[in-house]
């Protein structure tokens, strides 16, 4: 991955990683996750224009290893506030930011876990580590404050980091916070926080109102 420039490489690259992760994990160290993570981060980083495949790619392997290191390496647990700094460095970085909390959440929810009888209870607890130690609660606000902000800004770039805001936005509140699965009696039901009550109350329903009425 480091050496390569072909974008076709990249992606076979992250594939096989994806693979070792899934079969071997247990075989890694947490230092070697951690090195992973960071080297995968850098290249996100270092060019926020690579082609969409290439980015979605290296996204799921990040939150894949992020999730794998959560509950053994507190280290892990910075990708959240890492993230901020995408949001803040402009339009493409901010963009890609967003993109990273969207499968970050998606990655810890339970209501997408695929059953694998050995890693359910691993699975779990990170994902209840990921809801109550706050970075749920973290990428909510974050989603909502590049919502607020590009809402104020009617152009193109506004326009398009409101809809992947938006995404992002809709992943945190679709989360499955009981843990019911994909359950169609639950369909129709937002099952969040208390905590997270006001801000529906005060600024979401205001900030999809006033877009609603542009």
């Given at each position: 991955?480091?050496?390569?420039?072909?974008?076709?490489?990249?992606?076979f690259?992250?594939?096989?990683?994806?693979?070792?992760?899934?079969?071997?994990?247990?075989?890694?160290?947490?230092?070697?996750?951690?090195?992973?993570?960071?080297f995968?981060?850098?290249?996100?980083?270092?060019?926020?224009?690579?082609?969409?495949?290439?980015?979605?790619?290296?996204?799921?392997?990040?939150?894949?290893?992020?999730?794998?290191?959560?509950?053994?390496?507190?280290?892990?647990?910075?990708?959240?506030?890492?993230?901020?700094?995408?949001?803040?460095?402009?339009?493409?970085?901010?963009?890609?930011?967003?993109?990273?909390?969207?499968?970050?959440?998606?990655?810890?929810?339970?209501?997408?876990?695929?059953?694998d009888?050995?890693?359910?209870?691993?699975?779990?607890?990170?994902s209840?580590?990921?809801?109550?130690?706050?970075?749920?609660?973290?990428?909510?606000?974050?989603?909502?404050?590049?919502?607020?902000?590009?809402?104020?800004?009617?152009?193109?770039?506004g326009?398009?980091?409101?809809?992947?805001a938006?995404?992002?936005?809709?992943?945190?509140?679709?989360?499955?916070?009981?843990?019911?699965?994909?359950?169609?009696?639950?369909?129709?039901?937002?099952?969040?926080?208390?905590?997270?009550?006001?801000?529906?109350?005060?600024?979401?329903?205001?900030?999809?109102?006033?877009?609603?009425?542009?």
């Amino acid at each position: 991955m480091e050496n390569s420039k072909s974008d076709y490489a990249l992606v076979f690259a992250s594939q096989s990683i994806l693979r070792i992760l899934t079969r071997d994990h247990r075989n890694i160290s947490n230092e070697a996750l951690l090195n992973l993570r960071n080297f995968v981060l850098k290249a996100l980083a270092a060019d926020p224009d690579l082609s969409k495949f290439m980015t979605r790619s290296l996204i799921h392997v990040l939150c894949k290893i992020t999730k794998l290191g959560w509950c053994n390496d507190p280290k892990m647990r910075s990708l959240v506030e890492e993230i901020v700094q995408f949001l803040q460095a402009g339009t493409n970085f901010a963009l890609l930011g967003l993109r990273l909390l969207t499968e970050l959440v998606t990655e810890f929810d339970p209501g997408h876990l695929k059953v694998d009888i050995s890693t359910v209870s691993s699975n779990r607890r990170a994902s209840q580590t990921f809801r109550e130690h706050g970075s749920l609660t973290r990428a909510f606000r974050l989603a909502l404050d590049s919502l607020q902000m590009a809402a104020q800004q009617p152009n193109l770039e506004g326009r398009t980091i409101l809809k992947e805001a938006l995404r992002t936005l809709y992943t945190c509140l679709n989360y499955d916070f009981i843990g019911v699965g994909s359950d169609d009696d639950h369909i129709s039901c937002i099952n969040i926080p208390s905590t997270w009550v006001s801000y529906l109350m005060f600024r979401v329903i205001s900030i999809l109102h006033r877009l609603f009425l542009i």
